[in-house]
């Protein structure tokens, strides 16, 4: 009778081990979906390989980008993951240099962008202001308040320091005022700020070559999307509803660390790693699978950091969702979200940023 007791026990308890094994493994193999070999090859001709080192932006690629009078490029991040906000300030830096862009949006409340404004163009960079002001971003966003933060704000005040006042680049927080707007959802919120900014007369010399804006991943999807069953217009496709020209570009990560601070338990993650990195956090799994990310890890290759254009001639993503929706392990934790079936990959996003074998940013407030 003891031996049975015994061997039920066992029993159960390799089931209880082995099979969240499997279900992951299952997942990995199921959810990265179907290998398309005209897709890898597509994506293989038409990536733009960034210098791991530098970072700078390949010329091929920023001249692709449309800029002007009532055109906006949108870069969309998953929060978390290195090195997205350098990748921002290089980029902005580009578009100032190379287009004329002196415009950045930003998710952040008017206040903290009237400070950032002051910081970069101050004849002395105020490092503990700079701080202070990223540690109030993060109170929404705890995931930003990184060194890599730090130090994209450091490169846009020296950039700014360098160049004519006409030129000079001016921050737009796009989230408005602290507690205004209200009765808006927070994508309406975006769009109108950016919209008023535009419209009104005095910004004419900072918006006349165009804008950029650095928001969440979400947010620069042009078109509707479904999660938790719900779905909604989005700060992109808002502003193509008012007949703005709209470049996106989402950021995507595989194989790389995502930087999870404990805070964010208190905003409602049930746990954070003890050294608040973890690789489950990926496009490419454990929680969470882009659909058909497959053939973006296998156009990668060797390469850590690359441009992917999916709007090139014979593109194979203006028909069906690759990239865009997800489907997930523990969706509890990290609600799958679903691309609507009317609208294909390029009525969503134009360019993806894969980040590929990447360490964790270092929290800010670790470096200390």
């Known amino acids: 009778m003891k031996k049975r007791i015994l061997i039920?026990?066992?029993v159960v308890l390799a089931v209880l081990i082995l099979a969240p094994v499997v279900y992951f493994a299952y997942c990995n193999m199921a959810y990265r979906g179907k290998e398309d070999s005209a897709k890898v090859a597509y994506l293989e001709n038409h990536k733009f390989v960034i210098n791991d080192k530098t970072l700078d932006i390949p010329q091929a690629f920023g001249k692709k980008i449309p800029t002007g009078a009532g055109r906006v490029l949108i870069f969309g991040e998953v929060h978390g993951f290195s090195p997205t906000h350098l990748i921002d300030s290089k980029?902005?830096?580009y578009l100032n240099k190379n287009r004329g862009v002196r415009t950045y949006g930003a998710e952040i409340y008017a206040n903290d962008a009237e400070t950032l404004n002051r910081i970069i163009n101050a004849d002395s960079l105020d490092v503990k202001g700079l701080k202070a002001v990223i540690h109030d971003i993060g109170k929404e966003t705890p995931q930003i308040e990184t060194v890599d933060c730090l130090k994209k704000w450091e490169e846009i005040y020296a950039y700014n320091r360098g160049v004519d006042e006409g030129?000079?680049?001016?921050v737009v927080g796009l989230l408005g005022k602290r507690g205004g707007n209200k009765g808006?959802?927070?994508?309406?919120?975006m769009a109108k700020s950016l919209l008023d900014f535009l419209q009104d007369t005095a910004s004419g010399e900072l918006?006349?070559?165009g804008c950029y804006c650095f928001v969440g991943f979400a947010?620069?999807?042009q078109a509707p999307y479904v999660v938790k069953g719900e779905?909604?217009?989005t700060f992109a496709s808002l502003l193509k509803a008012h007949h703005l020209g709209v470049t996106s570009m989402v950021q995507l990560a595989i194989n790389s660390y995502c930087f999870l601070p404990r805070v964010l338990r208190n905003m409602g993650m049930?746990?954070?790693?003890?050294d608040e990195k973890t690789k489950l956090d990926n496009s490419n799994g454990k929680l969470s699978y882009i659909t058909n990310i497959i053939n973006l890890e296998k156009a990668a290759g060797n390469a850590k950091l690359a441009i992917y254009a999916l709007n090139g001639a014979g593109t194979p993503f203006n028909h069906g969702n690759d990239l865009v929706g997800s489907k997930s392990t523990m969706s509890f934790i990290y609600p799958p979200l679903y691309a609507l079936p009317q609208y294909s990959t390029l009525d969503y996003f134009q360019y993806v940023l894969l980040i590929n074998g990447h360490d964790a940013p270092q929290s800010l407030l670790a470096a200390r």
């Open 8 to 10: 039920t026990v066992l």
């Open 91 to 93: 980029l902005l830096i």
């Open 167 to 170: 030129k000079k680049i001016h």
């Open 184 to 189: 808006l959802y927070y994508d309406e919120v």
């Open 207 to 209: 918006v006349k070559n």
């Open 219 to 221: 947010h620069a999807l």
């Open 231 to 233: 779905t909604g217009p």
């Open 270 to 274: 049930p746990i954070t790693p003890p």
